[in-house]
């Protein structure tokens, strides 16, 4: 039996737009909501360069990661042609506006990749 857990109410991702799940090891998870209201949930992680999905731009049932604007499929994690690779998913329920994942897939699921490392970036002096 799955042991699902709550981890936000729909109306905390924006529409057309994300949100990030800590975990205790590995790379976060990215929730991102669709035009329809529908919730998808995938590693954090670009299969190219690990870029952050969860800053990327979400359309239609895709997401395209900001640092190289490879598409991803929001539904299976595949990369669009002419790319390849693939995202690790994870399930997704949503019962009366609560978002849930599934605590095994968050305990398990590409715990054994570093997290991205995003935000401003360090000059080093030559």
Do not use: Y
């Amino acid at each position: 039996m799955t042991d699902w857990i709550s981890v936000c109410a729909v109306t905390d991702i924006p529409v057309l737009g994300s949100r990030r799940v800590a975990r205790v090891r590995g790379p976060q998870v990215a929730l991102f909501r669709t035009a329809d209201d529908r919730v998808h949930a995938l590693l954090d992680r670009c299969p190219h360069k690990a870029g952050p999905l969860s800053q990327g731009i979400v359309f239609g049932n895709a997401v395209a990661c900001p640092l190289h604007n490879w598409t991803i499929a929001l539904d299976n994690g595949c990369a669009r042609e002419p790319d390849e690779g693939r995202t690790p998913v994870f399930r997704v329920k949503v019962e009366a506006g609560v978002v849930m994942l599934d605590r095994q897939e968050l305990d398990t699921v590409g715990i054994d990749l570093p997290p991205v490392q995003a935000g401003p970036c360090t000059r080093v002096a030559c």
